[in-house]
T-cell receptor
Framework: SQQGEEDPQALSIQEGENATMNCSYK?????LQWYRQNSGRGLVHLIL?????REKHSGRLRVTLDTSKKSSSLLITASRAADTASYFC??????????????FGGGTRLMVKP | DTGVSQNPRHKITKRGQNVTFRCDPI?????LYWYRQTLGQGPEFLTY????????KSRLLSDRFSAERPKGSFSTLEIQRTEQGDSAMYLC?????????????FGPGTRLTVT
């Protein structure tokens, strides 16, 4: 079963624009992580935000977390064609203990046009 | 390269055959995870190990699926009597759980096609 739901399912933007992806989840979490997957390849960890954090930055990435709404957003600023990929949020659910398993959403497929 | 490796990268098998996949984690990582990913979906957790102990296996899809990590290093995932519905990408990940570090590092996956 998948806990997270990403929105939108697909996003197409021009290079240089910002891309925002949203994730909603259902249960209490230890942390929430975002991963990127290029076509047909494994996942690459992007950023982790803990349940007691509200915002985190890493380079061109900005993640927010609202535990009261059970939602998170990933913002990619000044997008590049190389950012074209699928982006997944994954929750580390409190029920299962930290670091024991991740529950992924269905992903947002981002296309950045040059 | 010291990342997670998986073999084979692709496997085509006929329905009813058994298949086994191997995962070699990052050497210092104590946890190893298996996920399955079908087309257009996010990965789905199957099982995980801490060292050689399999701590969660209730998410394995059926009793045809089993996993081992005999010496706490590499792991194998076996699917017996494969069915067409088993066609998917099987992903392995590893992590070092120390303090509050919970990032998982994924391998490239093994793509299984059951004909």
């Amino acid at each position: 079963s998948q806990q997270g739901e990403e929105d939108p399912q697909a996003l197409s933007i021009q290079e240089g624009e910002n891309a925002t992806m949203n994730c909603s989840y259902k249960t209490s979490i230890n942390n929430l992580q975002w991963y990127r997957q290029n076509s047909g390849r494994g996942l690459v960890h992007l950023i982790l935000i803990r349940s007691n954090e509200r915002e985190k930055h890493s380079g061109r990435l900005r993640v927010t977390l609202d535990t009261s709404k059970k939602s998170s957003s990933l913002l990619i600023t000044a997008s590049r064609a190389a950012d074209t990929a699928s982006y997944f949020c994954a929750t580390d659910e409190a029920e299962h203990g930290a670091g024991n398993m991740l529950t992924f959403g269905g992903g947002t497929r981002l296309m950045v046009k040059p | 390269d010291t990342g997670v490796s998986q073999n084979p990268r692709h496997k085509i098998t006929k329905r009813g055959q058994n298949v086994t996949f191997r995962c070699d984690p990052i050497s210092e990582h104590n946890r190893l995870y298996w996920y399955r990913q079908t087309l257009g979906q996010g990965p789905e957790f199957l099982t995980y190990f801490q060292n050689e102990a399999q701590l969660e296996k209730s998410r394995l899809l059926s009793d045809r699926f089993s996993a081992e990590r005999p010496k706490g290093s590499f792991s194998t995932l076996e699917i017996q009597r494969t069915e067409q519905g088993d066609s998917a990408m099987y992903l392995c990940a590893s992590s070092w759980t120390s303090g509050d570090s919970y990032e998982q590092y994924f391998g490239p996956g093994t793509r299984l096609t059951v004909t």
